[in-house]
């Protein structure tokens, strides 16, 4: 692997990261709370400088950062300007604005993309020779509006609907030439890149900024579906554990990206940033998570819950996600994910 797209799949990493951190940073200053450090990185600390009040470092692993604020860890603290003498209000906006931050620079990557490459729009560009869209008599300028029942508004929403009909008949109607017509075709398997494919291509229109913004919403929003998707077949166990890769796998696919060209290295880090936003957003213990849900306990009781039984399970919960981030790093050394 050339050093070189490494580095620039780390630095792609490390803007997420610091993206992330700035969003918890900048609320916590607004709320008024101290801040001890900025930190990029994890485990020894390589360098720092302090600033008025705040350390800013960069430690040895380049994977995670974190934002230390006085009182975070339950220790007492009677400063006003401590995170624990603030209101749960005040804690909730300042835990989720790092989640939001990963959204919207997802946003941001989505709408650079499609403001320089154009954005891919449900028009049939070519159709494959024997494909079973040539054979149901699709042609090239035909506007797909719909799949079955289901509205196609998008070339996503198009691509969705055949990887959900799988190997069924589906019914594909079509606008042309101001005449509507409507087409029968069964989706060609392609095992070996699990999805299902008709034999069609879109077209690609340029967009305005506007238009960019829009399409930065629509794949964060789509993408963020997908995911959720994805974790409730993990979970169900319908998803095997051999898809689920760890940092090794990020930094290879980047890699691979940055080798493919910036806008691919962009994709995959809007793709990147919409996966930490919704894995910091899960209610584990010691991630954004789970103090989110005491944010919002604390919010509908009334009070405050224990701070000591708080730090405990926090640490308990630290200790299994350094745990299980061992475990998938070990795994995707023996078993990496297939690119």
Known sequence: ??????????????????????????????????????SVGMGPKLFGKKGKETEYSVRAIPFGGYVKMLGEQGEESHDERALNNKTPLQRLSIVVAGPIMNFILAIILFGIIGYASGVKVPVVSKVELNSPAYTAGILAGDKIIAVDEAKVSSWDDFVKAI?????????ITVLRKNNTLTKKLTPKALPEEN????????????TTFGGAVAHGFTETFSLTKETFKFLGG??????????????VSVMRISAKAAEAGILT???????????????????????????????????IIGRKLNEDKIGKIT?????????????????????????
């Open 234 to 247: 993990l979970f169900q166990n319908k998803v095997p554990l051999s898809g689920v890769g760890g940092p």
């Open 163 to 171: 990887n959900e009909k799988k190997d069924s008949q589906m019914q």
């Open 265 to 299: 290295l962009l994709w995959i880090s809007a793709y990147i940033s919409v996966q930490l936003a919704i894995f910091n957003l899960l209610p584990i213990p010691a991630l954004d998570g789970g103090w989110i849900l005491i944010s919002i306990i604390e919010i």
């Open 1 to 38: 692997m050339n050093i070189v797209y490494l580095l620039l799949a780390l630095l792609a990493f490390s803007v997420l990261i610091i993206g992330h951190e700035l969003g918890h940073f900048c609320v916590a200053k607004l709320n008024n709370v101290k801040v001890e450090e900025f």
């Open 315 to 339: 640490y308990v919960g630290f200790v299994v996600l350094m745990s299980l981030a061992v475990l998938v790093t070990i795994k995707d050394i023996l078993y990496p994910l297939k690119l």
């Open 195 to 206: 999805r299902y494919i008709v034999g069609v291509y879109p077209s690609i229109e340029k």
